[in-house]
């Protein structure tokens, strides 16, 4: 392979999209991921609508869990992917209801390519771009608190699905939070890792469908407890 | 403070902090059956000698037999809820490792299957 030209993601990059009956959003996501990003992986946590199919139809690899797992488990499935080619040198996380913007993406991975940080991470706080629904910002900033309290790391934006890591990151981190509170843990590995990270400024795009599709605010009660568990 | 509210708290504590802290799986193993001993030992001397737990319960201040049982038998439930949850726990990490190997190796065979795979073909 080549090198990449600047400014373009190029063939070291693989983009992760965790995949949970996602059939109707999750081609065009693909389609529009690869105009930029020619290597994406779905990983599909056990759907049973489809969703893999119109993944692979649409162009992304896609590995499959036989059952389902839960969101954290399908990522570091996409890591540990990412990590078997040994040309990858960067790893996305990207949603896959379409919440999530391309260029946002190519300017976090640009931020690596420049040594900026091993990892960074999207906040939808950062800028006055995404217009976050009154309960939910009050949750989220709850979330961002508690993260910040309990990992020493201090973000604005503790649950957003928009990350870039360097490939010595995404090998020294390993997600054992299955379900939804992988998002607090990641944050908190890399604060013990002691990787220099950074946030990007991100758009969240709360569509109908995903607003429809998202987390209930209630979920956040089974994030805390299993956080604070372990 | 009664003695009886001292002893259930601190057994309480004991019980979250053992099980649901990170001991090694053998000795976890081992406090579990050191504590079914126990409970099969204190079941029998109760049965032999049934007046034997009421004088206990007054000691430390409860009043009736009964009443100190329910309330072993609070601690000893939680203490089987944090330490299934662990189990659980434990399980799941294993399901979710196979689970993962499977489809990572699966997806490589069938790009194998399928033909020349692309330029970053993982596990290549």
């Known amino acids: ?230 | 403070m009664l003695l009886i509210q001292g002893v259930l708290v601190v057994a309480l504590l004991v019980v979250g902090a053992v099980l649901v802290r990170s001991t090694s799986d053998v000795r976890h193993q081992a406090v579990r059956r050191i504590l079914l001993v126990l409970l099969g030992v204190l079941a029998v001397t109760s049965v032999l000698v049934p007046g034997a737990v009421t004088w206990v319960a007054e000691k430390v201040g409860v009043g009736r037999g009964t009443d100190l049982v329910l309330y072993g038998l609070v601690v000893a439930f939680l203490g089987f809820i944090a330490s299934s949850y662990r189990r659980t726990r434990v399980l799941e990490s294993k399901v979710a490792e196979l689970t993962r190997r499977l489809a990572l190796d699966e997806e490589a065979r069938e790009r194998g299957v399928d033909g020349p795979g692309n330029a970053g073909r993982p596990g290549a």
Not at chain 1, 76 to 99: C, I, K
Not at chain 1, 114 to 141: H, I, K, N, Q
Request: net charge neutral; charged share 25%.
């Open chain 1, 1 to 230: 392979m080549t090198a990449a030209a600047p400014g373009s993601p190029g063939d070291d990059t693989w983009v992760v999209v965790p995949l949970y009956q996602e059939a109707t959003a999750v081609g065009d996501v693909v389609r529009e991921l690869r105009r930029t990003f020619p290597q994406v992986v779905c990983v599909d946590d056990g759907s049973t609508d489809g969703s893999a199919e119109q993944a692979r139809r649409a162009g992304a690899r896609v590995v499959r869990h036989c059952i389902n797992l839960g969101q954290g488990a399908a990522l570091q499935t996409g890591f540990d992917f990412a990590l078997r080619d040994a040309s990858a040198r960067f790893v996305v996380t990207f949603d896959a209801d379409g919440q999530h913007r391309v260029e946002d993406a190519v300017a976090m991975v640009q931020r690596l390519r420049d040594g900026e940080a091993d990892v960074v991470f999207g906040s939808r706080f950062l800028d006055g771009r995404t217009e976050v629904p009154r309960l939910r910002r009050v949750v989220l900033r709850s979330a961002v608190h508690y993260t910040n309290l309990t990992t020493g790391v201090r973000l604005t934006d503790a649950h957003n699905g928009l990350r870039a890591l360097s490939r010595r990151a995404v090998g020294s981190l390993r997600i054992t939070h299955h379900r939804m509170a992988h998002a607090s843990e990641i944050v908190s590995l890399v604060g013990r890792s002691g990787l220099p990270w950074v946030e990007q400024p991100v758009e969240i795009r709360y569509t109908d469908y995903s607003r429809a599709k998202g987390q209930s605010l209630l979920n956040s009660v089974n994030i805390l407890v299993e956080t604070i568990l372990g």
